[in-house]
């Protein structure tokens, strides 16, 4: 009789993935540069504030949201979440096989609204690469 690899089996259904770890039943540690909360750590119940823009030209807009849920699947991270005024659900995902420093949105603490209005203020002044100079102020 083969007696089958136990630990071979536990390693695999308990992989441990360093970009995401569910952490008991109600917390989700993602290690995304969109999710700006201490420690990468989000909780169901927990109230946050989810910023986004409808463009590259657009200012940010800041919703209230509140986590319900969270399931990691096949690269992605889907946060289930819920806008404290409309009282609508959102599904946001995170790529976490996305190499770049893509964020379309970001999520912060409820404390951290100056943070995320400096960084969502600097990713629309920047639009795609502050780096580069300015070919605008050139022309004095």
Same mark, same amino acid.
């Given at each position: 009789?083969?007696?089958?690899?136990?630990?071979q089996?536990?390693?695999?259904?308990?992989?441990?993935?360093?970009?995401?770890?569910? /952490?008991?039943?109600?917390?989700?540690?993602?290690?995304? %540069? +969109?999710i700006?909360?201490?420690?990468?750590?989000? #909780?169901?119940? !927990?109230?946050?504030?989810?910023?986004?823009?409808?463009?590259?030209?657009?200012?940010p807009?800041?919703?209230?949201?509140?986590?319900?849920?969270?399931?990691?699947?096949?690269?992605?991270?889907?946060?289930?979440?819920?806008?404290?005024?409309?009282?609508?659900?959102?599904? /946001?995902?995170?790529?976490?096989?996305?190499?770049?420093? %893509? +964020?379309?949105?970001?999520?912060?603490?409820?404390? #951290?609204?100056? !943070?995320?209005?400096?960084?969502?203020?600097?990713?629309?002044?920047?639009?795609?690469?502050?780096?580069?100079?300015?070919?605008?102020?050139?022309?004095?």
């Amino acid at each position: 009789m083969i007696k089958p690899d136990l630990n071979q089996f536990v390693k695999e259904v308990t992989r441990v993935d360093p970009l995401y770890k569910a /952490i008991g039943l109600f917390s989700h540690y993602i290690n995304s %540069e +969109c999710i700006l909360v201490q420690d990468m750590t989000i #909780s169901k119940g !927990k109230h946050y504030l989810f910023a986004t823009s409808e463009s590259e030209f657009t200012a940010p807009i800041v919703r209230k949201v509140m986590l319900l849920d969270a399931f990691y699947h096949r690269d992605k991270v889907h946060l289930f979440v819920l806008d404290k005024n409309s009282h609508r659900v959102f599904i /946001i995902d995170v790529n976490m096989e996305s190499k770049k420093n %893509e +964020c379309p949105w970001l999520l912060a603490d409820e404390n #951290s609204y100056e !943070k995320l209005k400096e960084i969502m203020d600097i990713k629309l002044f920047c639009k795609n690469d502050c780096s580069q100079p300015n070919p605008s102020s050139d022309l004095n």
